[in-house]
């Protein structure tokens, strides 16, 4: 996209005049990206605003709350869940490690729950600290823009109120979408999966990333039956085939119900649950349906194309390298951008926003080796390439390297689960391209190696590397033996 980039110290208007306006920078969403872009535009000395909806749980068009997706109603309050169901499990395996647990073990979901709140209300109320004492005025309201340097706060008590500003900045975040089946008003999203009356005791998932198979493992861990659907082979498209293989064999090790292949075609209410029926004919009954079918840009009341902002066909605001819409003065990062939709991210193009505009110093948010993880039971975490994006991408053989073993932990409890390690190597530059784990603490470990693969590691710097033993860690820089090698250009699976 080619367009004059507007940052501070330029003039906007064209005969020279120096314009007055009320903000140097009024952003529209106070979630994790809008958050860091205020504070650290205001850091560089400029007055900034932001408007946010009012707080609760459960998102809509209207209720949002400072802090936005992550920590009201995604990451955080998942993990929190990730780490009540993880429980159950781990008192099963302390037996073998000599703890005798011979009285009757409860679990009470309405406790986590009510610690949970408790939680995401601790950091919301964090996160509208920071913004104050960063200077950062918060307006709670609904905001949309009404042309290139105005936008429109409407108030709770219905007032609206118009703000001038040299830069409008959306980081409004996205938000849940529904299978449009005869039903889909049964079905919760993961907004509602995640402040639930009552644990169920049948839940019937629907979805094959992130969020279906973190609430497939959270679920089953807590003792409910699971039955998880999804349309292709294998769970996580977009990850790497063999990864995906094994977190499915995981979910099954742990119990959970698996119908690949498989799409819901109707929800009926009955006297004894959800009836869920099936494009092959099954009917199951479930408590709780819950679809985790993706997420869509949260765009449609902004009035973005009224102003003449580009947006793409799922409602995705447009940008260039720079995070800038085709307006110059209105900018976008986040899930708003349906660029990388992680969290940190967010934080990453909302500093290097302020950093463009405000700090003088240009700087392109850099997408390339993000790590990621999925928090399923156990957990996959990622970094780089995949090894069909490798044999894709690579000019040369790409090499592969693994190793399947048991944890120390599990030799001694006899859980059958086993730890799976990856790497994938450039042969013609011993590159290593990407790095796949899925077993307990991957996340953690794939922090670190994620370092490495930044600064552009080498296959020989991991091998001269000490490890830190015992630990599961030391695997990666013990992978001496090629575990296959694959010519360049061979054709990318679609499981």
Known sequence: MARKMLIDGEKGNPNGEETHYDFDLFVIGAGSGGVRASRFSAQYGAKVGICELPFHPVSSEVIGGVGGTCVIRGCVPKKILVYGASFGPELQDARSFG??????????????????????????????????????????????????NEVEVTQLDGTKIGYSA???????????????????????????????????????????????????????????????????????????????????RNLEGRGINLHPNTNLTELVRTEDGIKVRTDHGEELMADVVLFATGRAPNTKRLNLEAVGVE????GAVKVDEYSQTNVPSIWAIGDATNRMNLT??????????????????PTKPDHTNVPSAVFCIPPLS?????????TEQANGDVLVFTSTFNPMKNTISGRQEKTFMKLVVDSETD???????????????????????????????????????????????TLRSVTRRIAAGKPKTNL
Request: a negative charge; hydrophobic letters at 45%; glycine letters at 10%.
């Open 431 to 477: 590159k290593v391209l990407g790095a796949s784990m899925c077993g307990p603490d991957a996340p953690e470990i794939m922090q670190g190696i994620a370092i490495a693969l930044k600064c552009g590691a080498t296959k020989a710097q991991f091998d001269s590397t000490v490890g830190i033993h015992p630990s599961a860690a030391e695997e990666f820089v």
């Open 344 to 361: 940190p991210v967010a934080l990453m193009e909302g500093g290097y926003f302020a950093k463009t505009v405000f700090g003088g110093e």
């Open 382 to 390: 990622v970094v780089g390439l995949s090894e069909e994006q490798a």
């Open 166 to 248: 040299k830069h409008i900045l959306i980081a409004t975040g996205s938000r849940a979408q529904r299978l449009p089946i005869p039903g889909q008003e049964l079905a919760i999203t993961s907004d509602e999966a995640l402040s639930l009356e009552e644990l169920p005791k049948r839940a019937v998932v629907l979805g094959a990333g992130y969020i279906a198979v973190e609430f497939a493992s959270i679920w089953r861990g807590m003792g409910a039956t699971v039955d998880l659907f999804y349309r292709k082979e294998l769970p996580l498209r977009g990850f790497d085939d063999e990864m995906r293989a094994v977190v499915a």
């Open 311 to 314: 947006l793409d066909k799922i």
């Open 99 to 148: 703890w005798e647990l011979n009285e009757r073990l409860d679990f009470d979901w309405k406790k986590l729950l009510h610690k949970k709140t408790e939680e995401i209300l601790r950091l919301n109320g964090i996160y509208k600290r920071l913004l104050a004492n960063s200077g950062v005025k918060l307006f709670e309201g609904e905001g949309k823009v009404v042309g290139p």
